[in-house]
């Protein structure tokens, strides 16, 4: 499937990275980016190591402002948080389908070390499967 595609998130720290990644390990043939509406300064850490678990690097990975995607065509605009499908700017470029597949914000996440990384772990798994449905769908489609 030879598709460009933006996941669009709040701060492009966490879920829109991780989803990013994901659908670029999934098929190469993908063009994928990530953004968000209110970029953070940088991708969480622990995004970083649970995604790094699974043998997906984020290292290198920043967050990034949808505005400089605003023009470009995409065949997917993929919302991953309740507040991104909310403030979803209107694109310029041709958008094929708006889609949200929303997830929980681990960044939220409380408790001791090892309940937060519980709750990465679980967005993280969360967002594989979601996507890997989502691509099977398409595929058929």
Not at 87 to 105: E, M
Not at 116 to 132: G, V
């Amino acid at each position: 499937m030879n598709k460009k595609i933006l996941i669009l998130c709040t701060g492009n720290s966490c879920r829109s990275q991780m989803a990013e990644e994901f659908l670029k390990s999934f098929d190469p043939e993908l063009e994928v980016y990530s953004a968000g509406t209110n970029p953070s300064k940088q991708v969480h850490p622990k995004a970083i190591q649970v995604m790094k678990e699974v043998g997906i690097a984020l290292s290198k990975n920043y967050p990034k402002l949808v505005d400089q995607f605003i023009t470009d065509p995409f065949d997917y605009v993929i919302t991953v948080c309740d507040n991104a499908k909310e403030t979803c700017p209107v694109f310029i470029g041709k958008v094929g389908k708006q889609l949200h597949i929303g997830f929980d914000d681990p960044a939220e996440a409380t408790g001791t070390e090892d309940e937060i990384l519980f709750e990465f772990r679980r967005i993280r798994d969360e967002i594989k499967n979601e996507l890997q449905s989502f691509l099977k769908k398409e595929e058929q489609a």
